[in-house]
């Protein structure tokens, strides 16, 4: 069954400080990830997509990893600000690109 | 350029009752979808549509139809409205380079 899996469920950092979520997927074959920001009570917004044959792609502060191979990806968040605080979440897309499949998201908190 | 907007924001049902989500977007893209998000879970597709006059079943299409007569437009419909219904309800549409642009969402409660 195809499954994305975050970790950690949650996290509360201080702010200035870089933090790092886990993405694992079991979609095969697939055709890119994503990773989307929502805010409280707000949709998605997207940070970051990559294809299956890229490792890394920027958006600011925000540093989005690929492996492929181990079906995992990472998002690094660098120098954190309050409106940092956001569930983030990791969408893988099916072969066809049409199905997405939806991570539970990371709870991110950034306190002053 | 409003992007996708939706309505109502807010709603309360009475189990039983019937209700219209409505969604539309304003950047001419064909495919939209409609995803429903429980607390603590990832979102789950419902319907998608693909371009005017074609619909599909998504993941979890029990309870709720749709109807895409122009492309701007692609509204939920719920006939008999259970508790099992209470979500928030999101709109998306998806541009050519696969990119997704999502709705405020639709906070419903069934009572």
């Known amino acids: 069954k195809n499954q994305v899996e975050q970790s950690p469920q949650s996290l509360i950092i201080l702010e200035g400080k870089n933090c790092t979520l886990q993405c694992n997927y079991t979609v095969s074959p697939f055709s890119n990830l994503r990773w989307y920001k929502q805010d409280t009570g707000r949709g998605p917004v997207s940070l970051t997509i990559?294809?299956?044959?890229?490792n890394t792609k920027s958006n600011g502060r925000y540093t989005a990893t690929l492996d492929a191979d181990t079906k995992q990806s990472s998002l690094h968040i660098t120098a954190s600000q309050l409106s940092d605080s956001a569930s983030y979440i990791c969408?893988?897309?099916?072969?066809?690109?049409?199905?997405?499949?939806f991570g539970k998201g990371t709870t991110l908190s950034v306190s002053s | 350029n409003a992007g996708v907007t939706q309505t109502p924001k807010f709603r309360i049902l009475k189990i039983g009752q019937s209700m219209t989500l409505q969604c539309t977007q304003d950047m001419n893209h064909n495919y939209m979808y409609w995803y429903r998000q429980d607390p603590g879970m990832g979102l789950k597709l419902i319907y998608y549509?693909?371009?005017?006059?074609?619909?599909d079943k998504g993941e979890v299409p029990n309870g709720y139809n749709v109807s895409r007569s122009t492309t701007e437009d692609f509204p939920l419909r719920l006939e008999l409205a259970a508790p099992s219904q209470t979500s928030v309800y999101f709109c998306?549409?998806?541009?050519?380079?696969?990119?997704?642009?999502f709705g405020p969402g639709t906070r419903l409660t069934v009572l």
């Open positions: 990559m294809t299956f044959s890229e």
């Open positions: 998306a549409s998806r541009d050519g380079y696969n990119e997704q642009f």
């Open positions: 549509s693909v371009g005017a006059g074609i619909t």
């Open positions: 969408v893988v897309s099916d072969q066809a690109g049409t199905a997405l499949i």
